[in-house]
């Protein structure tokens, strides 16, 4: 039987050898491996493209933000003093799935990547349900599109500076603009854009109607002008408590002009797309190594990958999952692409190789001998928390050395709480889920209260979990931005998340310009 030809044999890469790789990852991921994906479009990028990648949030279309030049400008400072290097890749959840690769990669890691973000990511992507849920991978790149030219039309007519306001109060609710629990009505980019022209061709041309029937002698409103007294006694309300701050200054803000409600409605569109990701850093990076990891080896075994690519991919992988210890300088806590690759490999173990201790503690996966399936069932159906509470084992955790350690405030000593005993196991992986779960991660702050028969002033309440309260100058300092998009006074009240007891109230902050 003659020997099968390598698919690329110098290290420097052409289009030719790209293509050839990518059958063959292909080939392996979808006929052997199963992978359901998006359509691919694969792109070349150099650094300096990774950079402005780096600061538009990753995506190919964006709007203009003077943040993002400074992200820019900071990520290539750092990268021109050596002090940061760029990613392999970056994979954009859409439809056609769209991954960057560096231009100064070599073949293999070239190939790597692909297998990586190409079908690793792009698996997960299509296919976890949170994603699912939340997204729409075929509608994102021509809602970016419409975006950025939307914001370009209003810095256009209204000025840069003014949109600049907007976005800059947008950008700092922006954490605080998402539905977290709400089924979210999935609306196409065309019928937005479309919805989007007709408000403003509306607020351009017209009044309100029901207002010229009425009052035939007033003069019309400007067409930037925000809702009028009656408009708002015939607006339907948003009922309250509402999580999403953006939705409600969209839909209830007095004084705010139509267009500054699309440029909220923009910035809140975006945030909800990113928002999958929060949850499931660990998962989607462990699917993606753990895919790469398995097409990688197989390129090898077949004989398409030559041992020094093999060996180049090893050094590459290794440091990809490398975590260091807790006294090493560079420990920054646990490294997602290690926990995740681990807890991959180990659901593969479980359900091909398990012992004893398995079968107790997995009892419906220990054996079955479909380690894909099980995996694929895990990528569709958990996000971190949920996967690491169900999945985390204590081969894992002796692996990684887990405990769990416990102080308040005031002490000056750690106590062990949990060590490596059946009960300690459970107290570590309960422990550790809850770090993954951004409902006790990212601060829980509501409108409560907005008056608009009164003084029109906006209470917002934030509910402290263990008592943990928010910073006052950064409180501060986001309280201005949502005043300015009120028109009116803000107030934040904060809460024991348990008891509902007052823990602080923040000084009332007045809207500037």
């Given at each position: 039987?003659?020997?099968?030809?390598?698919?690329?044999?110098?290290?420097?890469?052409?289009?030719?050898?790209?293509?050839?790789?990518?059958?063959?990852?292909?080939?392996?991921?979808?006929?052997?491996?199963?992978?359901?994906?998006?359509?691919?479009?694969?792109?070349?990028?150099?650094?300096?493209?990774?950079?402005?990648?780096?600061?538009?949030?990753?995506?190919?279309?964006?709007?203009?933000?003077?943040?993002?030049?400074?992200?820019?400008?900071?990520?290539?400072?750092?990268?021109?003093?050596?002090?940061?290097?760029?990613?392999?890749?970056?994979?954009?959840?859409?439809?056609?799935?769209?991954?960057?690769?560096?231009?100064?990669?070599?073949?293999?890691?070239?190939?790597?990547?692909?297998?990586?973000?190409?079908?690793?990511?792009?698996?997960?992507?299509?296919?976890?349900?949170?994603?699912?849920?939340?997204?729409?991978?075929?509608?994102?790149?021509?809602?970016?599109?419409?975006?950025?030219?939307?914001?370009?039309?209003?810095?256009?007519?209204?000025?840069?500076?003014?949109?600049?306001?907007?976005?800059?109060?947008?950008?700092?609710?922006?954490?605080?603009?998402?539905?977290?629990?709400?089924?979210?009505?999935?609306?196409?980019?065309?019928?937005?854009?479309?919805?989007?022209?007709?408000?403003?061709?509306?607020?351009?041309?017209?009044?309100?109607?029901?207002?010229?029937?009425?009052?035939?002698?007033?003069?019309?409103?400007?067409?930037?002008?925000?809702?009028?007294?009656?408009?708002?006694?015939?607006?339907?309300?948003?009922?309250?408590?509402?999580?999403?701050?953006?939705?409600?200054?969209?839909?209830?803000?007095?004084?705010?002009?139509?267009?500054?409600?699309?440029?909220?409605?923009?910035?809140?569109?975006?945030?909800?797309?990113?928002?999958?990701?929060?949850?499931?850093?660990?998962?989607?990076?462990?699917?993606?190594?753990?895919?790469?990891?398995?097409?990688?080896?197989?390129?090898?075994?077949?004989?398409?990958?030559?041992?020094?690519?093999?060996?180049?991919?090893?050094?590459?992988?290794?440091?990809?999952?490398?975590?260091?210890?807790?006294?090493?300088?560079?420990?920054?806590?646990?490294?997602?692409?290690?926990?995740?690759?681990?807890?991959?490999?180990?659901?593969?173990?479980?359900?091909e190789r398990p012992t004893d201790e398995d079968r107790q503690w997995f009892p419906a996966i220990a054996g079955n001998g479909d380690a894909m399936g099980t995996l694929k069932d895990a990528w569709a159906n958990y996000r971190d928390e949920s996967f690491v509470l169900q999945f985390l084992?204590?081969?894992?955790?002796?692996?990684?050395?887990?405990?769990?350690?416990?102080?308040?405030?005031?002490?000056?000593?750690?106590?062990?709480?949990?060590?490596?005993?059946?009960?300690?196991?459970?107290?570590?992986?309960?422990?550790l889920a809850r770090r993954y779960d951004v409902a006790l991660t990212d601060p829980n702050i509501q409108v409560v209260e907005a008056n608009l028969d009164g003084d029109r002033t906006l209470v917002l309440r934030h509910e402290a979990i263990g008592g943990r309260l928010l910073d006052r100058?950064?409180?501060?300092?986001?309280?201005?931005?949502?005043?300015?998009?009120?028109?009116?006074?803000?107030?934040?009240?904060?809460?024991?998340?348990?008891?509902?007891?007052?823990?602080?109230?923040?000084?009332?902050?007045?809207?500037?310009?």
């Open positions: 039987m003659p020997d099968t030809p390598l698919l690329f044999a110098e290290a420097d890469w052409s289009y030719d050898a790209l293509q050839r790789a990518y059958d063959a990852i292909q080939e392996i991921a979808i006929g052997e491996l199963g992978l359901d994906v998006y359509p691919n479009q694969i792109e070349v990028i150099t650094a300096e493209q990774m950079l402005d990648a780096y600061a538009s949030i990753g995506m190919p279309l964006m709007y203009q933000h003077w943040s993002f030049g400074k992200h820019f400008a900071y990520n290539e400072m750092l990268y021109r003093k050596g002090a940061r290097g760029l990613a392999y890749e970056i994979v954009i959840n859409s439809s056609p799935c769209i991954s960057y690769i560096m231009e100064d990669n070599s073949m293999a890691m070239q190939a790597l990547v692909m297998a990586h973000a190409a079908f690793g990511h792009n698996h997960f992507f299509k296919n976890n349900n949170l994603f699912r849920q939340w997204t729409d991978a075929e509608a994102i790149l021509d809602y970016m599109q419409f975006a950025k030219a939307y914001i370009a039309r209003c810095e256009e007519r209204y000025g840069a500076r003014e949109v600049e306001r907007v976005l800059d109060a947008a950008h700092a609710l922006m954490d605080h603009g998402v539905n977290r629990y709400q089924r979210k009505r999935r609306v196409s980019p065309k019928s937005t854009e479309q919805r989007a022209r007709d408000r403003l061709r509306y607020a351009e041309q017209s009044y309100d109607d029901l207002w010229q029937r009425t009052n035939p002698l007033d003069t019309p409103r400007e067409p930037d002008a925000g809702w009028r007294e009656e408009d708002l006694r015939g607006m339907q309300p948003v009922p309250l408590p509402e999580e999403n701050l953006l939705y409600f200054l969209e839909k209830m803000a007095p004084k705010l002009a139509p267009w500054k409600r699309e440029v909220l409605r923009i910035v809140r569109q975006v945030a909800q797309y990113f928002y999958p990701q929060k949850q499931t850093k660990v998962m989607n990076e462990g699917c993606a190594t753990y895919v790469h990891y398995r097409i990688m080896n197989r390129l090898h075994e077949k004989g398409l990958l030559s041992d020094g690519g093999m060996l180049e991919f090893l050094h590459s992988h290794s440091s990809v999952i490398f975590q260091p210890d807790f006294d090493d300088k560079r420990y920054s806590g646990i490294n997602p692409y290690a926990l995740g690759f681990e807890m991959m490999t180990d659901i593969e173990r479980i359900c084992s204590p081969t894992v955790m002796r692996r990684f050395k887990m405990f769990r350690l416990s102080a308040g405030e005031d002490d000056s000593d750690y106590v062990v709480e949990a060590i490596h005993n059946e009960r300690g196991y459970h107290k570590i992986r309960k422990s100058d950064d409180a501060a300092a986001v309280l201005q931005h949502a005043a300015n998009l009120w028109g009116y006074p803000v107030a934040l009240e904060e809460v024991d998340a348990a008891s509902q007891a007052m823990l602080r109230e923040h000084d009332r902050v007045e809207p500037i310009g």
